[in-house]
């Protein structure tokens, strides 16, 4: 139990640190799906200038670290491997797909846009909110896992008294 709640602090605080120290690559990727996406109908304008985004985004990393680390923390390397090639994917699609879906929303509400071309400033994206959802829908096998894995214990317990 003692060794569950050290690794599972660790992989929070961790988890902290790589989102603290990866904010600027995503928010750079974030911004290339956005122009990508819809085929460079958004421009942006102003000054790209930030301090830290919202704090969905650094504790969305920590948690999912967290659950990525407790499930696999008796396992086998390969499934460790496996697990966390699974929620890279799937946080990796998400940032795709949220980012993507946003964009082309941003484009088709304006309506006032010359040549169809929206001009956002930097900070209009909310990169915290995709991130952080990207973040916690990736971590949902590793829960599903977690839960099964209880629930089969529980049944194990029941059967053996």
């Known amino acids: 139990m003692t060794k569950k709640i050290i690794f599972g602090i660790l992989a929070f605080v961790i988890g902290i640190g790589i989102a603290f120290y990866t904010e600027s690559f995503f928010r750079e990727i974030i ?3 956005f122009k990508w996406s819809t085929s460079d109908k958004i421009r942006f304008v102003g000054k790209n ?6 704090k969905i985004h650094f504790l969305t990393f920590g948690i999912g670290l967290l659950i990525l680390t407790i499930e696999n923390l008796n396992q086998k ?3 460790i491997a496996k697990s966390g090639i699974i929620s890279l994917l799937i946080f990796g699609i998400l940032i795709i797909g949220i980012s993507s879906v946003d964009a082309n929303i941003k484009v ?5 846009c010359d040549d169809g071309i929206r001009k ?9 909110l995709i991130i ?14 977690i839960i099964k894995r209880k629930k089969s214990q529980r049944t194990t317990t029941y059967m053996m008294s």
């Open 31 to 33: 911004q290339n799906i």
């Open 49 to 54: 200038f930030f301090i830290f985004s919202n």
């Open 77 to 79: 390397l390969t499934q």
């Open 108 to 112: 088709v509400e304006c309506t006032a």
């Open 120 to 128: 956002l400033s930097w900070n209009e994206i909310n990169y915290g």
């Open 132 to 145: 952080g959802l990207s973040a916690i829908i990736s971590i949902i096998p590793s829960l599903i896992r």
